[in-house]
């Protein structure tokens, strides 16, 4: 500790940051070895008379909140904005990214339809399409399916007890899955051996409004898993027929689009029975 | 005036088997304890009540509205929190993002409350230094807080929860206690648990529960006050008391109607009254 202490003009100039940058220099290195000087620094602050002129201090709670929200908040992933972009509710697209049992889904979806690709190529054009049309039209069904099934949906318990409408929240999680699943494989199509058309997409449809419809009576897996095994002998029994292409003509087209549009009418008139059937059966 | 909750012979089968068997319960606001053995239908009542499962039969009521109704579901849901028996997490999310999620399912759409008020219940079941923190990475006392913690958004006024101071050590149980006392001076506060000592804590009122059934509805005070003169300190175990262990002390606690030899007559606890209760035949019985 020296005898000499900083005086309180140049304290003060120094608090307000109007010191010579050698002086300052010397009231900083003083104020580092004399703690008498150092406690007479809170006082030069509140002492500043220009202090609640100058720009407004941040406050403690603001800042730590600020700190916080960068720590804690969920980082808004590029999807989410893209649901935003196009028209979604903040929350809604919120609680579609967020849902615990979308994302594997989706990407297990997308893997598959890579996967099958690959395997269809193995098999030359008639038995790739084959294998191609008995799997990737269920793909869709099976996402949706699966993105709000209870035996998979791990908070399901909780979302069940929340005034979170079931209907909506089941559609979008299934136009999420769609909206990533549909066009995944749609580019996965034209990398088939022979002439697969974009059409397969049709059933597809059909098969995701007929998982929704029929989820109004037993569970949406349930419902996925005898979808898959109908359209599975469908296509064998085309194939054995002829040509696995057969079920893409335009006949059964139209009754693809049907299905669709009666799934959703049948949805629309049950959608107050959609359940999870936990242990025999449960409001939603 | 209508009951928080209102069950009148209210039942609730899975295949041939009645979990809840002609339950009759009004519950009002306060603290309710539900004791009962595994299998006692504990859950399943809480779950009705919950509304995430329907009566088989019976008439249901909660704040006066019917929960078959979907509108009248949906409006007793808002005013709900649920702590399941099991809370499934997404462990990838963090402790935040989780009760952020259900957030928005019970209607929080603005972010700035939202998250307000998701950091305020965190700090209320002592998890507002970990909302960063992956739930994979959140221990099974900080799973269940975490789990509470969803439940008390929104400050809702019935809360259902099942088990909530499972797996918590006895400081965090008593940090509990207090939030949840706290929360029964508005609220109607359900939990099923198997720790006596917590509803002599926190309950006015108990519901004993064995094989679907009512066994015991009415004051803790009360039920204990049926064990008295009926559970002595001896040094040897009683062969004709029902229910007898060994103590930390190295004597024996029998819960008998007779005094065993040169036995010493004590205060009863609940548990004592829990354990000659269940010990009891199975006739319904109720405090007055």
Redesign the interface.
């Known amino acids: 500790m020296s005898a000499w202490h900083v005086d309180d003009d140049a304290l003060a100039r120094w608090v307000d940051g109007t010191e010579t940058f050698a002086r300052a220099a010397s009231s900083e290195a003083h104020l580092l070895v004399c703690a008498p000087c150092r406690t007479r620094v809170a006082a030069a602050v509140r002492a500043q008379p220009s202090r609640g002129e100058r720009a407004e201090l941040p406050e403690f709670e603001a800042v730590w909140g600020n700190v916080r929200d960068v720590i804690e908040l969920p980082r808004v992933s590029a999807f989410e904005r893209l649901l935003r972009r196009v028209g979604l509710p903040p929350a809604d697209a919120r609680l579609v990214t967020l849902a615990p049992s979308f994302r594997a889904p989706w990407l297990a979806g997308i893997l598959l339809v890579l996967a099958f690709v690959v395997v269809a190529a193995q098999f030359g054009p008639g038995r790739g399409q084959a294998i191609f049309l008995m799997v990737a039209p269920l793909l869709p069904c099976l996402a949706v399916a699966l993105s709000y099934d209870p035996s998979i949906e791990p908070a399901l318990e909780t979302e069940l007890a929340t005034p979170y409408p079931a209907l909506r929240l089941v559609l979008l999680r299934s136009l999420a899955v769609l909206g990533i699943g549909l066009p995944a494989a749609a580019a996965a199509s034209p990398f088939l051996p022979g002439n697969v058309s974009y059409l397969w997409l049709l059933p597809s449809l059909g098969f995701v409004g007929c998982v929704l419809a029929a989820s109004t009576w037993t569970t949406p897996l349930s419902a996925a898993a005898g979808i898959s095994v109908a359209w599975f002998l469908i296509v064998v029994g085309t194939a054995l027929a002829g040509s696995a292409h057969a079920v893409l003509r335009p006949a059964y087209l139209g009754g693809y689009l049907t299905l669709a549009a009666a799934s959703v009418v049948v949805l629309l008139a049950r959608h107050r029975h959609l359940r999870q059937p936990q242990e025999g059966g449960g409001w939603v | 005036m209508t009951a928080t909750v209102e069950l009148d012979e209210v039942g609730r089968?899975?295949?041939a088997t009645w979990a809840v068997d002609a339950v009759s319960l009004a519950l009002e606001p306060g603290v309710v304890g539900l004791l009962g053995p595994n299998g006692a239908g504990k859950t399943t009542l809480l779950?009705m009540i919950?509304?995430?499962?329907?009566p088989s039969r019976g008439r249901l009521s909660v704040f006066g509205l019917d929960?078959?109704l979907?509108r009248q579901?949906?409006?007793i849901?808002?005013r709900?929190g649920?702590l399941?028996q099991?809370?499934?997490?997404?462990?990838g999310?963090?402790a935040?993002?989780?009760v952020?999620?259900?957030a928005?399912?019970?209607?929080?759409?603005v972010?700035g409350p939202r998250?307000a008020e998701v950091?305020r219940v965190l700090e209320a079941v002592n998890l507002g230094a970990l909302?960063?923190k992956r739930i994979r990475a959140l221990s099974g006392g900080q799973r269940r807080r975490l789990?509470l913690a969803?439940a008390l958004l929104g400050s809702p006024a019935l809360l259902?929860l099942d088990e909530p101071t499972a797996g918590l050590d006895p400081e965090q149980r008593a940090a509990l206690r207090a939030v949840l006392a706290e929360l029964g001076r508005t609220a109607l506060v359900v939990l099923s648990t198997h720790q006596t000592d917590d509803v002599a804590a926190l309950c006015e009122r108990v519901v004993v529960l064995d094989g679907g059934r009512i066994r015991y509805d009415g004051g803790v005070t009360e039920l204990v006050e049926r064990a008295a003169g009926r559970v002595w300190l001896a040094d040897q175990p009683d062969p004709a008391a029902p229910v007898s262990w060994r103590t930390g002390t190295g004597r024996y606690r029998n819960l008998a109607e007779q005094a065993p030899a040169e036995a010493e007559l004590v205060e009863p606890s609940l548990e004592d009254a829990y354990l000659l209760l269940r010990g009891q035949s199975a006739t319904p019985a109720r405090a007055s």
């Open positions: 089968r899975y295949g779950r919950a509304t995430a499962l329907a929960p078959a979907p579901r949906t409006e849901r808002r709900l649920y399941p099991e809370v499934g997490f997404p462990r999310f963090t935040f993002a989780f952020d999620y259900v928005v399912l019970k209607e929080w759409t972010p998250h950091r909302g960063a789990g969803q259902v």
